[in-house]
């Protein structure tokens, strides 16, 4: 069973960094993705960034030079380091795991959520 654990959120001002954890705990599968999403109050999720089993990297195009999502595989851990930010992106921020085990006809994929980490951005 994986659980997915973030850590890192809280209160910072416009204009501050944070940096978020994303740790899968229990895996013995072979890591696909990792994917930060975030939920503002009444609005819908939104992925933010993603990391690729080969080290490839996605961002949404407003968070482009100012969030970095990075791995260390060692330690099965995801990380989002966030520069600038504002406080239109309040949100809690949730990580998306995605392994799979087996080829081909016999891969199965799995997907794990996390309960998220709330930021608040003060302006």
């Known amino acids: 069973q994986v659980r997915v654990v973030e850590s890192g959120g809280g209160l910072v001002q416009a204009g501050g960094s944070l940096r978020l954890s994303c740790a899968a705990l229990?895996?013995?599968?072979?890591?696909?993705?990792v994917h930060w999403c975030r939920q503002a109050s009444g609005k819908q999720r939104e992925q933010v960034a993603s990391i690729f089993r080969g080290g490839a990297t996605r961002y949404v195009d407003s968070v482009k030079a100012r969030f970095t999502i990075s791995r260390d595989k060692a330690n099965n851990t995801v990380y989002l380091q966030m520069n600038d930010l504002t406080p239109e992106e309040t949100a809690v921020y949730s990580c998306?795991?995605?392994?799979?085990?087996?080829?081909?006809?016999?891969?199965?994929?799995?997907?794990?959520w996390g309960q998220g980490t709330q930021v608040t951005v003060l302006t």
């Open positions: 998306h795991a995605q392994y799979s085990d087996g080829l081909y006809a016999s891969r199965r994929d799995y997907d794990y």
């Open positions: 229990g895996s013995t599968f072979r890591f696909n993705a």
